[in-house]
């Protein structure tokens, strides 16, 4: 599963508090005919207009099968799909009024926004109606759908975050569980040359590496990103800093500027040259996508590897099992022409439990209800079972949604980037000062 870039989301979120959907007001969600003991009631027939950002031809191929099992059941209905539409261009549309009647996005950092300026429409007197029993998915995969009572998005498939290890090298080890043997382990994993340089890294603490960012590593220490009165804790929960402080211990035994060297010249993330597949780094950060792009790759296939729960805190073994989750959303936009069928689109993809099954199977992320989880026909072999464990663990936790997501994620990245190269000398000061940012920006959006 992949998500917008920070920066372009950032724009994006800028232009959501305007939303509009025309002048003419348009359907709106509400009353209409429930399922009956003989199956559906007749809705009348439409075509439905479904916006995805799926591309290729496995993902498209995913979506066409799921929707074929809504069509067998609503054959009244018609379902055209437009593949590879991102954030922007669902928001222009339904600020031109031109909205397509179902919108799912990779990224849950702007759904806050959707629900607080009414792009998408509120699904909660629908899920009521229904009478879906919202427990069917993890507290966390509920957290990231909402914003201030307003369920404007539902889960369809999420990611999960773990650890992935290279048996070749790690000789026999056991995949850490604490952050005291990920240290004590990438100290005796990694190699170096006869000057000192980084040939085999036993992991990367750097926050500037691929996936690690706050939001993926903070659960590991139980961080949380705000107060119960919705300013930031960034600078008040003891564990940013417990995390910080075993993070920079790590990067300064590296060697900050060999760390960055090797860094900087390791292969794309998303190619073929990723230096997990090259055996450069031995564990890794990484979603349940992984698994399939490593069966994907020719030279990685056959590489002998293995999946485990992120490590936590020493004095927190309770996180271990745990991670970080977030996912693909799906609602219906406000100025959706035919907005009752569309709920019904938007309900049978996210809890029909063979249409996530077969979603699931061929793109290779996490069901989001317990039945899909546990369904027979899921493919789940132990690599992969290991991303259903996570995401199903109570204490998964996910970014809390907040109406400056993206900005919020920038500031505190910022602030790291600084942190890890050294260039911090008070960093009880400089959290109060990320905390600062992030509360009058807050002030600013109206929070």
């Known amino acids: 599963m992949r998500s917008l870039p920070l920066a372009a989301a950032g724009l994006l979120a800028l232009t959501l508090t305007a939303c509009t959907a025309g002048t003419t007001a348009p359907p709106a969600l509400g009353a209409r005919p429930t399922t009956t003991s003989t199956g559906p009631a007749a809705l009348p027939a439409a075509t439905l207009e479904l916006w995805h950002g799926f591309s290729t031809d496995v993902e498209t191929k995913a979506f066409e099968d799921a929707i074929a099992g809504f069509t067998t059941k609503f054959p009244q209905i018609k379902v055209v799909a437009k593949k590879g539409i991102q954030d922007a261009q669902i928001t222009q549309a339904i600020r031109g009024g031109q909205a397509p009647d179902v919108a799912a996005s990779f990224t849950t950092d702007n759904v806050a926004q959707w629900c607080k300026s009414g792009a998408f429409q509120d699904l909660t007197p629908v899920i009521a109606q229904d009478g879906i029993d919202l427990n069917v998915l993890p507290a966390a995969a509920r957290s990231y759908t909402e914003f201030e009572g307003r369920r404007c998005t539902m889960p369809l498939l999420a990611d999960a975050y773990g650890l992935y290890y290279n048996k070749a090298l ?99 993330e998303w190619g073929a040259e990723h230096p997990f597949f090259e055996g450069k780094v031995a564990m890794v950060l990484d979603g349940e996508w992984r698994n399939a792009m490593i069966a994907a790759d020719p030279e990685a296939k056959d590489m002998d590897y293995g999946t485990a729960p992120l490590p936590v805190a020493d004095d927190k073994p309770d996180l271990y099992g745990s991670g970080f989750t977030a996912g693909t959303v799906i609602g219906v936009p406000k100025g959706a022409k035919h907005p009752q069928q569309a709920w019904e689109l ?52 996910t970014l809390p949604a907040n109406v400056n997501s993206v900005f919020n994620q920038d500031a505190f990245s910022t602030f790291l980037i600084e942190w890890e190269k050294g260039a911090v000398k008070d960093l009880d000061a400089g959290l109060a000062g990320v905390d600062k940012r992030i509360d009058d920006k807050m002030k600013l959006s109206g929070g």
């Open 170 to 268: 790690m000789k026999g080890e056991p995949p850490p569980k604490t952050l005291s043997e990920l240290t004590e382990l990438t100290k005796k994993l990694t190699v170096r040359d006869a000057e000192g340089n980084i040939e085999v890294a036993g992991f990367i603490p750097s926050f500037q590496y691929y996936e690690n960012s706050p939001s993926h590593l903070g659960p590991m220490v139980g961080a949380k990103w705000y107060n119960d009165d919705g300013t930031s804790a960034i600078g008040s929960d003891p564990a940013w800093k417990q995390l910080l402080q075993w993070q920079k211990e790590l990067v300064d035994w590296y060697g900050y500027d060999k760390l960055e060297k090797f860094r900087k010249g390791l292969g794309d």
């Open 346 to 397: 938007v309900k049978y993809l996210t809890t029909d439990t063979q249409s996530l099954v077969t979603l699931s199977n061929a793109l290779r992320n996490v069901p989001t209800t317990k039945a899909a989880m546990d369904h027979p026909d899921l493919a789940k072999d132990e690599r992969f079972a290991t991303f259903l464990d996570i995401f199903a663990h109570p204490k998964t936790s």
